[in-house]
């Protein structure tokens, strides 16, 4: 009976004792180094080493150690394939990334995107969604920017609480050009496209149309805009332009652009 419980089951590092899983490390695996926290899909290996791109097909080399992984934020080891695989050909989200699969959405992040409305929100979704779910960034609709400066203090900006403003008709000299030059914060960006409204930004070819109608001044630009394609309420042809957009081949250049700046932003490290 006394060599039956003469082990002490507390004597050294029990702790460690739990099993690290194995997985394969499969093309287009989407894993997390646990050290770095960088975030990135299966694409080769080399030196002994497994190599992960991440979504802006950025490339790093990490060797395959114990429990050295994250998978659905566990611990995992990797092990190279023990026999050779086909790599899937790539599937692209409506952004153009690479696109992740069996990768669930974070948790959402303290830092924000906001847009100007509504309309813009959905856009951005429509587009940058799959992007966005993955890095845990939340998009949020304001109802204009005439009060962007207070709402930005009250938000409380910092090192790990990031914001990203998309504003509509951002150009020299404009009322929104004025209104963001009084946010100063290096925790804040502020960007936006040329764009009397974001459903400007959308191509025309996108609608079957050869360009957007030109709205007389004085005149709300979207009741000009129906009244000129002979659409009867500014919800119809808002609808109507979200059913053409199915990827960012479908809106202008600058949307583009200011989109992806401020994602980079919002999700840079501390």
């Known amino acids: 009976m006394a060599g039956r419980y003469g082990e002490d089951v507390l004597a050294g590092d029990w702790r460690r004792r739990k099993v690290t899983p194995e997985v394969d490390a499969e093309p287009d695996l989407v894993v997390e180094d646990a050290d770095s926290g960088f975030c990135g899909a299966v694409v080769g290996f080399e030196a002994g080493a497994v190599v992960l791109e991440d979504r802006h097909g950025r490339r790093r080399n990490f060797p395959l150690l114990p429990a050295a992984f994250l998978l659905d934020g566990r611990p995992v080891t990797l092990r190279r394939p023990t026999r050779p695989s086909v790599p899937a050909a790539r ?68 090192p790990t609480r990031r914001l990203g403003v998309l504003v509509d008709h951002l150009v020299p000299g404009s009322k929104e050009s004025r209104i963001v030059a009084r946010v100063n914060s290096p925790y804040v960006l502020v960007t936006g496209h040329p764009y009397v409204d974001v459903w400007q930004a959308v191509k025309p070819a996108a609608l079957g149309i050869a360009a957007w109608p030109v709205v007389p001044p004085g005149r709300p630009w979207k009741e000009g805009v129906c009244a000129a394609l002979g659409v009867a309420e500014p919800g119809d042809m808002w609808r109507h332009i979200l059913s053409r957009v199915n990827s960012f081949a479908d809106v202008e250049t600058p949307l583009i652009n200011a989109m992806e700046r401020l994602i980079d932003f919002v999700t840079e490290a501390p």
Request: glycine share 10%; hydrophobic share 45%; net charge negative.
């Open 91 to 158: 599937r692209r989200t409506a952004s153009g990334s690479v696109a992740v699969d069996n990768v669930k959405a974070q948790v959402a992040k303290a830092s924000r995107i906001w847009v100007e409305g509504i309309h813009d929100a959905a856009l951005v979704e429509r587009i940058w969604g799959d992007d966005l779910r993955i890095e845990g960034v939340v998009v949020e609709p304001l109802d204009g920017i005439d009060a962007l400066d207070a709402e930005v203090r009250d938000f409380g900006p910092g």
